[in-house]
C-alpha cells in the first residue's frame, strides 16, 4: 500500500519567477538615496523661493541660491534619479549641420536589470509633473502681484523643469512626436496605471535618433 502510494506521487516544479518578480515591484524604496534627491532640489527651490523674504533681504542672495537649486535639480533629474527609479534617460544634441536630436535610453528587464518598482516610479512621474505646476502657478502670481524682478526666476524655475518633464515623457512614449498623443499615452499609462515597462517598441518619429540599451 505504501510503495502504491509512492509510484503514484509525481514531482511538481514550482515557478516562484512571478512572485519574485511581483515582490520586487511592490518593495517600497530600492534606491533611497536617489530618491531623496529626486525631490530634494526642487522642493528646496520651492521653499526658497517661497520663504526667502523671510531668510534674507538680499535679492541677488536669494535669486542665486534658487537658480543653482533648480540647477542641481535639473541635472540630477536628468541623469542620474531617472536611470535610477524608472530606467530612462535622454538627451538633445545638435549634430555637425546644426540639427536638433533627441536621443533616448530605456533600461531593458532582465535578470540582473529588473522593472522599477511602483513606489519609486509613482514618486519619480509625481514630483516631475507637481512641481512645474508649482512654478507655472508662481508665475501667475507674480504677473498679478506686480512682483516682476522675480519673474525671470520664475520663467527659468518652468523652464528647466518642463524641460525635464517634456524630455522623459518622450523618453517613455518612445519618441511619438505628437504631443497632443502622447500627452493621452501618458496619462492613461502613468496616472491611471501602475505600470512601468523598462523597454518600448521603436518610435516612428522620423529624424529621431534612438539609442537603445
Not at 538627451?91 to 518598482?117: C, L, P, Y
Not at 516682476?148 to 511619438?176: E, T
Request: aromatic share 16%.
Amino acid at each position: 500500500m505504501k510503495q502504491g502510494l509512492v509510484d503514484d506521487t509525481e514531482d511538481v516544479s514550482l515557478d516562484f519567477g512571478n512572485e519574485e518578480e511581483l515582490a520586487f515591484r511592490k518593495a517600497k524604496i530600492r534606491h533611497p538615496l536617489a530618491t531623496f534627491f529626486h525631490l530634494f532640489f526642487r522642493v528646496s527651490a520651492i521653499i526658497t523661493y517661497v520663504c526667502c523674504d523671510w531668510f534674507s533681504k538680499s535679492f541677488v542672495g536669494c535669486f542665486v541660491t534658487v537658480l543653482l537649486l533648480l540647477s542641481f535639480d535639473f541635472w540630477s533629474v536628468k541623469n542620474v534619479t531617472g536611470r535610477l527609479m524608472v530606467g530612462l534617460r535622454w538627451w538633445n544634441q545638435i549634430d555637425e549641420d546644426g540639427k536638433s536630436h533627441w536621443i533616448f535610453e530605456a533600461r531593458k528587464v532582465s535578470a540582473n536589470h529588473m522593472a522599477a518598482t511602483e513606489a519609486e516610479a509613482r514618486i519619480f512621474w509625481l514630483g516631475l509633473i507637481i512641481c512645474p505646476v508649482i512654478w507655472i502657478v508662481f508665475f501667475f502670481s507674480t504677473l498679478f502681484s506686480l512682483k516682476l524682478k522675480w519673474l525671470a526666476l520664475v520663467i527659468a524655475g518652468i523652464s528647466l523643469q518642463a524641460a525635464n518633464l517634456y524630455g522623459y515623457i518622450l523618453c517613455k512614449m518612445g519618441g511619438d512626436g505628437d504631443m497632443r498623443t502622447v500627452a493621452a499615452s501618458f496619462l492613461s499609462q502613468t496616472v491611471f496605471q501602475t505600470d512601468f515597462p523598462g523597454d518600448f517598441e521603436k518610435p516612428r518619429l522620423e529624424g529621431l535618433d534612438i539609442h537603445r540599451h
